[in-house]
């Protein structure tokens, strides 16, 4: 990251390519801001155990969170489907919808690292989170 030359960002991935001509994507998230109770709306979504899987970041502007799993290419888009699902309709997105069709149109998902241009904020930071029991799953 240190020698990511001034005007250039970098950004990680989420495709993988495995052995035996295989892809899974990592699980990345882009939430929509960043006010914590976002992050809290998602957790009841996704339930406490998958939301547990993933780290989460302070970016700037929003959250970016990365999970432990590797998700063949059609679960990460049911995944990616998923997220936007977390927006309630009439309210303010939880999940940012633009990045998700983006990713979804590259066929990858993808969040930066660097803060070496002045469109961002920050260089993102590890955002500690108490850990809790959901009562739901997704799609509640």
């Avoid at 998230?29 to 709306?41: G, P």
């Avoid at 290419?73 to 049911?78: C, L, P, T």
């Avoid at 955002?127 to 509640?140: I, S």
Wanted: avoid cysteine; charge should be positive; aromatic fraction near 10%.
């Amino acid at each position: 990251m240190a020698r990511t030359p001034q005007g250039q960002e970098l950004a990680v991935h989420s495709d993988f390519h495995l052995a035996g001509g295989r892809h899974s994507h990592l699980v990345m998230v882009d939430m929509s801001t960043s006010a914590k109770a976002h992050l809290e709306k998602l957790r009841v979504f996704l339930g406490d155990h998958s939301f547990q899987r993933i780290s989460w970041f302070a970016s700037g502007r929003s959250f970016h969170g990365y999970g432990e799993d590797l998700l063949p290419a059609s679960e990460w888009v049911k995944f990616m489907g998923l997220l936007l699902l977390a927006n309630q309709p009439s309210l303010e997105p939880t999940v940012d919808p633009r990045w998700i069709g983006h990713r979804l149109m590259a066929g990858y998902a993808a969040l930066r690292w660097t803060r070496n241009t002045a469109h961002y904020l920050v260089s993102p930071s590890v955002v500690e989170l108490a850990p809790k029991t959901a009562q739901h799953g997704p799609g509640t």
